[in-house]
């Protein structure tokens, strides 16, 4: 296992146009994360799982965004009739259950054209 | 409520101190501290777990005060590859995991 892993690094859309980005999270990992970052800003949280069960989202998520993981394995973050405003870096991060390190993937970079 | 850190940012000279600070409004449980390189992750540096805990390796240390709810970063003769930006994380309810909006450091030689 080389860590997190997601995918597509990149993505460019059109404004309106549907985007879905994918987690595989370290094999043992029970919880995932996901967090959006734009320039010069920390990672802002969205939400998170533990296992397959979504706990928390963020009340600044509007309902374009969802986020699944079924089986409790890897996690897909959909956004609907994307926006300008949605452009920013999409990370994901997973960790054990308790207060353990979390280990972040490479990122999605989504631009909205 | 995510944490808030101070500096927002630091310039040093290769070998100068700094130190971090995040606190929180809330009760602390735990505090992560963490890395980002331009176009890169975060990286996990560490974590402190209990009030009065410090950690360290190499020349990074950390402490956490939980009666204040705050933590510090401390760099010493700080190196070339310190440059980045620190985030420090917080454990909200014990679960959901919120960082500050980070401190660019900056290392000239």
């Known amino acids: 296992d080389t860590g997190v892993s997601q995918n597509p690094r990149h993505k460019i859309t059109k404004r309106g146009q549907n985007v879905t980005f994918r987690c595989d999270p370290i094999?043992?990992?029970?919880?995932l994360y996901w967090y959006r970052q734009t320039l010069g800003q920390g990672p802002e949280f969205l939400t998170y799982?533990?296992?397959?069960?979504?706990?928390?989202k963020s009340r600044l998520l509007s309902d374009r965004f969802s986020a699944e993981r079924p089986k409790g394995s890897f996690s897909t973050l959909e956004i609907q009739r994307t926006e300008q405003g949605d452009s920013a870096m999409y990370l994901c991060?997973?960790?054990?259950?308790?207060?353990?390190?979390?280990?972040f993937g490479q990122g999605t970079r989504l631009t909205v054209v | 409520q995510q944490p808030v850190q101070s500096p927002q940012a630091v310039i040093l000279r290769e070998g100068e101190d700094a130190v971090i600070n995040c606190s929180s409004s809330k009760a602390l449980y735990s505090v992560h501290w963490y890395r980002q390189k331009h176009g890169e992750a975060p990286v996990f540096l560490m974590i402190?777990?209990?009030?009065?805990e410090q950690k360290g390796h190499d020349k990074i240390s950390a402490s956490f005060n939980e009666k204040k709810q705050q933590s510090s970063l401390y760099l010493t003769a700080s190196q070339l590859s310190y440059s980045g930006t620190y985030f420090c994380g917080t454990l909200q309810g014990a679960q959901k995991l919120v960082f500050g909006q980070g401190t660019r450091l900056t290392i000239n030689p």
């Open positions: 402190l777990l209990k009030g009065g």
């Open positions: 799982f533990q296992n397959e069960a979504q706990l928390e």
């Open positions: 991060a997973s960790s054990l259950e308790g207060h353990t390190e979390a280990f």
């Open positions: 094999s043992e990992h029970n919880r």
